[in-house]
């Protein structure tokens, strides 16, 4: 039976939390200038990764809330506001046109995240392998469905390719792909439990979990699920499906 490939992009295919991680240690540093104070704290990236997951934990775009909310978090927080009161200032006061810092630093801060990451360990020989034995491989993002296509592109991995698809993961979103490529012996793959392995499982979905280097704090409740596959090497997982192919 043929195998429907649904691979998880960012920090899946390609290692994206290298490139946040630097554009947010930079966007701490600019905020610190701006206010003239220097936070003292040992791990500065857990300081703004922590402040960035409450505040997309509570706003309906999820990650993808805007940069404009972290700055203007991140200002409280360096001024000695707690986090949580912090984090509600800024959802509530929503959006600043007038804030010429915020706008500016927001711009440099997109400019750094839209550097196309390095791909992770096998997925170069993974894609050859799926391709090699005619799966299908469909790309599932809850992020930028342009920026993927263009990652895709600058890694000239875009043939390996048959769909790309952007949406919030869910049972239904899995159900969705399944129903477009009937038949085929369905597997799931990428770093998150919650959002690339326990929905697909629920759609009837073979899994692989991939553990990146972003853990956001909801995740870490969650221990694997023993249906999944653990893996440290993208073309190992792809290698245990073929394997397993009925």
Known sequence: ????????????????????????????????????????????LDYIREVDQYISKRHHLGLRYPTELLISALKKRITGTPIQAAIKYSLVSGLESNDVFSKDATQKFHNEVSITPPLRDGVIEGLEALYSNEAIVVIATEGSITRIKRHLS?????HFVALCLEGTKSKAFYQRIAKLYQNKEAWSIGDQLTRDVAPAIEAGFKTIYFPGGFN???????????????????????????????
Request: aromatic fraction near 8%; glycine fraction near 2%.
């Open 1 to 44: 039976m043929t195998i429907l490939w649904v691979s998880d992009a960012d920090n899946t295919l390609w290692d994206t939390d290298k490139i946040y991680a630097a554009a947010q240690l930079k966007l701490l540093s600019a905020i610190e200038e701006n206010l003239d104070i220097e936070i003292d704290q040992a791990n500065r």
């Open 154 to 158: 600058e890694h000239s991995i875009s």
């Open 216 to 246: 956001p704090f909801w995740q870490k409740k969650h221990a694997p699920l023993k249906e999944t596959i653990t893996i440290t090497n993208y073309h190992l997982g792809v290698q245990l499906a073929l394997n397993q192919q009925k």
